[in-house]
């Protein structure tokens, strides 16, 4: 264990996306004091398709974000294109989430999450790289950060929210597991008229000349005259190394009809690409004082590519978990439930994400997206029941889809 120290803080929290600001919002409703570094300043921008589920929805709801305030764009659901057809799918209604998704740029997001975890009593500091762990002599255990600037931040325990390439995980020894699927996702921003929609299109069908690849494209209206057009790919096809992704993207754009204004000239922003960690791709999430949230412990759902949902759960999770220990007497004590972390998280997302690992290996194999695609989308039931799963959307206790879901993510094995 590690000896007393003269901490900063009792949580230091590293990184202000949305996994760091839930989890610094969640520790301050503990009443913990907490430091959140963020090494860019806000506003600043974040590779994303801008779409929040209803998961991600309730999430925000749970923290107080403003949802009706200006900017946050309502959508009913998911617009599918593939196949020849093309179809709506509201949101499921259930207990659990909201009936609907929002929009917002990532320009602008993370500060306002980040706004509101400083409202409910966290620090944050804009402007501070943190460049490794301050670990104890004589344990090993992380007992602080130290900065760019040549600083040292001391705390109880350290959490990692700093992304896929997280420095403080490799710094603690923690690399990223080959066995688990890895996206790219690459966006840009078209002025347009599908800037206004009440549905979040997503096309199943990626073609690089004849070969349908494993992964979906999007337009997503922002609401402000642009659109956000973009793709995600799966490291699960033989093609993936040798796809120019930026390339693929202008080409799939050019195919789009002429109306929509998906040209250069149109285009507001530079195409920008980011890695989409999956299924828990580090591991284990705790180790030695730190706890790793969001992209910094792959907590990306497989089926989807979805991460902000994730990240804020996550973070809740951590929180939680942290509170708990905090409120232990002996360091031994706190030891043994910060080392709970990693099976919480496995009992609430390892079989579901063991599964969407299944999904992506085998959608991976030539002939089967042609197939799903072909014999999957002209059945609405077969669609809707696809939307939960792919989604994570259901409720403990709803309907026959929702028993099937929740039963197989509960047999699948957790890794």
Same mark, same amino acid.
């Given at each position: 264990?590690?000896t007393?120290i003269q901490?900063?803080?009792?949580?230091?929290? +590293?990184?202000?996306?949305?996994?760091?600001?839930?989890?610094a919002?969640?520790?301050a409703?503990?009443?913990?004091?907490v430091?959140?570094?963020?090494?860019?300043?806000?506003p600043?921008e974040?590779?994303?398709?801008?779409?929040?589920?209803?998961?991600a929805?309730?999430?925000?709801q749970?923290?107080?974000v403003?949802?009706?305030?200006?900017?946050w764009?309502?959508?009913?659901?998911?617009? +599918?294109?593939?196949?020849?057809?093309? !179809?709506?799918?509201?949101?499921?209604?259930l207990?659990?989430?909201?009936?609907?998704?929002?929009v917002?740029?990532?320009?602008? !997001?993370d500060q306002?999450v980040?706004?509101?975890?400083?409202?409910?009593g966290?620090?944050?500091? $804009?402007?501070?790289?943190?460049?490794?762990?301050?670990l104890?002599?004589?344990s090993?255990?992380?007992?602080?950060?130290?900065?760019?600037?040549g600083?040292?931040?001391?705390?109880?325990?350290v959490v990692?929210?700093?992304?896929?390439?997280?420095?403080?995980?490799?710094?603690?020894?923690?690399?990223?597991r080959?066995?688990?699927?890895?996206?790219?996702?690459v966006?840009?921003?078209?002025?347009s008229?599908?800037?206004?929609d009440?549905?979040l299109?997503?096309?199943?069908?990626?073609?690089?000349?004849d070969?349908l690849?494993?992964g979906?494209?999007w337009?997503?209206?922002?609401?402000?005259?642009?659109?956000?057009?973009?793709?995600?790919?799966?490291?699960? =096809?033989a093609q !993936?190394?040798?796809?120019d @992704?930026?390339?693929?993207?202008r080409r799939?754009?050019?195919?789009?009809?002429?109306?929509?204004?998906?040209?250069?000239e149109?285009?507001?922003?530079?195409?920008?690409?980011?890695?989409?960690?999956m299924?828990f791709?580090?591991?284990?999430?705790?180790?030695?004082?730190?706890?790793?949230?969001?992209? =910094?412990?792959g907590s990306?759902?497989?089926?989807?590519?979805e991460g902000?949902?994730?990240?804020? $759960?996550?973070? $809740?999770?951590?929180?939680?978990?942290?509170?708990?220990a905090?409120?232990?007497?002996?360091?031994?004590?706190r030891e043994?439930?910060?080392?709970? @972390?990693?099976?919480?998280l496995?009992?609430?997302?390892?079989?579901y994400?063991?599964l969407?690992r299944?999904? +992506?290996?085998?959608?991976?194999?030539?002939? +089967?997206? =042609?197939?799903?695609?072909?014999?999957?989308?002209?059945?609405?039931?077969?669609m809707?029941?696809?939307?939960?799963?792919?989604?994570?959307l259901?409720d403990?206790?709803g309907?026959?889809?929702?028993?099937?879901?929740?039963?197989?993510?509960?047999?699948a094995?957790?890794?």
């Open positions: 264990m590690p007393a901490a900063d803080a009792d949580v230091i929290v +590293v990184g202000a996306g949305p996994a760091g600001s839930a989890t919002f969640y520790l409703q503990a009443g913990l004091d430091l959140l570094l963020e090494k860019t300043r806000f600043r974040k590779v994303c398709g801008d779409g929040l589920t209803p998961r929805v309730k999430q925000l749970n923290m107080g403003d949802i009706d305030a200006p900017g764009i309502r959508n009913k659901g998911l617009r +599918v294109v593939g196949g020849g057809l093309r !179809f709506e799918l509201d949101w499921p209604r207990e659990r989430f909201p009936d609907f998704g929002l917002r740029t990532r320009q602008d !997001f306002i980040a706004a509101n975890a400083v409202k409910n966290v620090r944050l500091m $804009e402007g501070v790289t943190v460049t490794g762990p301050v104890d002599d004589r090993g255990h992380i007992v602080g950060v130290t900065t760019k600037d600083r040292e931040y001391r705390s109880r325990v990692a929210a700093d992304g896929n390439s997280t420095r403080l995980a490799l710094s603690m020894g923690l690399h990223k080959e066995d688990r699927p890895m996206g790219v996702a966006r840009t921003y078209f002025e008229p599908r800037h206004d009440d549905y299109e997503t096309w199943l069908e990626l073609w690089d000349g070969t690849l494993p979906y494209g337009v997503f209206g922002v609401g402000d005259g642009t659109a956000n057009v973009g793709l995600g790919l799966l490291n699960t =096809s !993936f190394k040798n796809i @992704y930026r390339d693929l993207l799939w754009c050019r195919s789009m009809p002429q109306d929509w204004g998906f040209t250069e149109n285009m507001t922003a530079p195409i920008r690409g980011a890695a989409l960690p299924a791709n580090r591991q284990p999430h705790y180790t030695r004082g730190l706890l790793l949230v969001g992209d =910094s412990g990306i759902n497989p089926f989807n590519g902000i949902a994730y990240a804020m $759960e996550t973070g $809740e999770i951590a929180a939680e978990v942290i509170a708990k905090f409120r232990n007497t002996t360091p031994a004590q043994r439930i910060l080392r709970t @972390y990693p099976q919480v496995k009992d609430a997302y390892g079989g994400f063991t969407g299944l999904f +992506v290996e085998a959608i991976g194999k030539p002939g +089967v997206m =042609s197939f799903g695609t072909r014999h999957g989308l002209p059945h609405p039931r077969l809707r029941f696809a939307l939960k799963l792919l989604g994570n259901t403990r206790r309907d026959a889809s929702d028993m099937i879901i929740n039963a197989l993510s509960k047999v094995p957790s890794a």
